[in-house]
T-cell receptor
């Protein structure tokens, strides 16, 4: 079983839609749950993160972690064409310098 | 504002050539990483380093080596390039012990081996 599983998509939605991106993971030691956004021909950039279980909101983006089911979600409200990118989930442990384990990434396209 | 710089955006090399990919960061990060990114496979860790002159194998180190002679520079070496090493190569860096800051990535080097 892979440590992190993510549906690669591609996912295509109309502008204004609510988008749900999801990952599952297997390692219960993961404490930090990060989401990266990668535009075409660019490196990934940290979008947001949560620590342990719960929700975190940042503008139109909400990250949600359910540690009991080992499920990570990123919701995008009122999606915009500028949100078109690949989104990667990346959990990690609490140890110093702990490596990130990346999901495959979900390619999202928001159509005007 | 560029923090992690990869020396080339696009590179075409011949099979059997020795290839050097350079990465420099200006954030005084202790940790540096090399990934390759392929469609359907996501990001796979090749090598990483937690300190100068120190290196650790990642998940797919075969056919690669690395060098870290200075804190800011981490080089990936393809000893004898092969066509299955055609890929996007991404360098990243991070602070030790500051988990919430995640990684800072470079823009990537798209390598084609012919």
């Amino acid at each position: 079983q892979k440590e992190v599983e993510q549906d690669p998509g591609p996912l295509s939605v109309p502008e204004g839609a609510i988008v749900s991106l999801n990952c599952t993971y297997s390692n219960s030691a993961f404490q930090y749950f990060m989401w990266y956004r990668q535009y075409s021909r660019k490196g990934p950039e940290l979008l947001m993160y949560t620590y342990s279980s719960g929700n975190k909101e940042d503008g139109r983006f909400t990250a949600q972690v359910d540690k009991s089911s080992k499920y990570i979600s990123l919701f995008i409200r009122d999606s915009q064409p500028s949100d078109s990118a690949t989104y990667l989930c990346a959990p990690r442990g609490n140890n110093q310098g702990g490596k990130l384990i990346f999901g495959q990434g979900t390619e999202l396209s928001v159509k005007p | 504002d560029v923090k992690v710089t990869q020396s080339s955006r696009y590179l075409v090399k011949r099979t059997g050539e020795k290839v050097f990919l350079e990465c420099v960061q200006d954030m005084d990060h202790e940790n540096m990483f090399w990934y390759r990114q392929d469609p359907g496979l996501g990001l796979r860790l090749i090598y990483f380093s937690y300190d100068v002159k120190m290196k650790e194998k990642g998940d797919i180190p075969e056919g690669y080596s690395v060098s870290r002679e200075k804190k800011e520079r981490f080089s990936l070496i393809l000893e004898s390039a092969s066509t299955n090493q055609t890929s996007m190569y991404l360098c990243a860096s991070s602070y030790q012990g500051r988990a919430v800051e995640g990684y800072t990535f470079g823009s990537g080097t798209r390598l084609t081996v012919v």
